[in-house]
C-alpha cells in the first residue's frame, strides 16, 4: 500500500476521504494542491503529512526557481499545526536547498531520502513494538497509525501489529471508529482486515472503558512527541487514562522525526478544525445547524500515563 510516492512529476496519493468504499488515487502537480490535499485530509497521519510536504517542495523546486520554494514552504506550513513531521520535513529540505550550489538536486536527493528512510523507520519500530506482544494479546489501537498513515506498506502503531502477525505472534487487535470523521472505521479497520489479515473487532469511542478490562495492550502513534507527554488523535488521553485504570500497558509508536524536546505538552498548538465533522457525517446533517460544536481535533496524553513509545531506536522513557 503505497501512501504517498512521486512519479513522472507529480505526486500520486491516495485519497483517504473515499475509502474504505473506493480506493481513488489523486495525481497533483502543484504545491498548492499538495497544501489543500494535506488539509481536506486527503492525506493525514504525521509522517504522511511530512513526505507528502516533502513532494510539495520539489514540485516547487521544478519551477527554477529559490522564491517559489520559499513560498510553497510557507503555504505548506500553514496546512496543518500539531503534526511536528510537516515542519520537520520542510526544514530539512530548506537546510538542502541553502547547502548546495545544485539546490534542485539537492532537493531532489533530500526529498527522496525522507520517502526512504521513513519505509525504514517504520519497518524498525514494528519490529521493536512486536517484541512487546505475546500470544493471546488483544491489542487496542485508536485513529489510524497505520501505512496509510506514513508514505506505506507498515505505519507505526499498525506496523506494530503488522509485523507481530508476519511473526506468526497470534493476536486479536480492537480498533476504535475515532469520531469525528471516523479514521479507525474507515481507515484502521480496512488496514487492519484487507491488508495485515488480523482478527479485528471495530468498537464506538464510548465503549472503550467497558472493554478495557479484556485489553492487554494498548498501541497508538503520535503527531508530536514532547519532554513530557503526546499530542495525539482527540480520545487518546481517554484511553491512556482508563488503561492506568485498568493496568493496561499504554504504548505510543513513533519515528524520532515525531519528537520535538524542546518544548512540553503545554506549549503544544492544538488545532481546531471546522464544526462540521461532528455536525455531520459523510455529508449528511446529524446535528441541528444552530448548535455550536467544539471540533479539537487532538488531545494531550502525560509522559506518567504512557509505559514507554516504540521508535526505530527502541522503546524510549519520557520525563515523568
Known sequence: MDTVSFKD????????????NELVFLELENYREVARAIEELKVR???????????????ASQKGDKKV???????LRQTRPTAVNLFWAIDRVLEAAKSSDNWQKAVEEEVQAIYREDREINKKIGDNGANLLSDGDTVLTHCNAGALATSGRYGTALGVIKRAVERDIDIDVVCTETRPVLQGARLTA???VEDIGVDTTLI????????????????VGADRVVQDGVANKIGTYNIA????RHGTEFYVAAPKSTFDLDITIDEIEIEERNEKE??????????????????QAFDLTPSELIDGVITEKGIEKLDR
Open 9 to 20: 512529476g507529480k505526486v500520486l496519493m491516495i485519497d483517504q476521504t473515499e475509502l474504505p
Open 45 to 59: 497521519g504525521a509522517p504522511a503529512i511530512g513526505v507528502s510536504a516533502a513532494f510539495g517542495l520539489m514540485l
Open 69 to 75: 520554494l520559499e513560498k510553497a514552504a510557507g503555504r
Open 190 to 192: 480496512y488496514e487492519l
Open 204 to 219: 464506538v469511542d464510548s465503549a472503550i472503558g467497558a472493554l478495557m478490562p479484556e485489553i492487554d495492550k494498548v498501541v
Open 241 to 244: 487514562a482508563l488503561a492506568e
Open 278 to 295: 461532528i455536525k455531520e457525517i459523510c455529508g449528511c446533517q446529524i446535528a441541528p445547524k444552530k448548535v455550536k460544536a467544539y471540533n
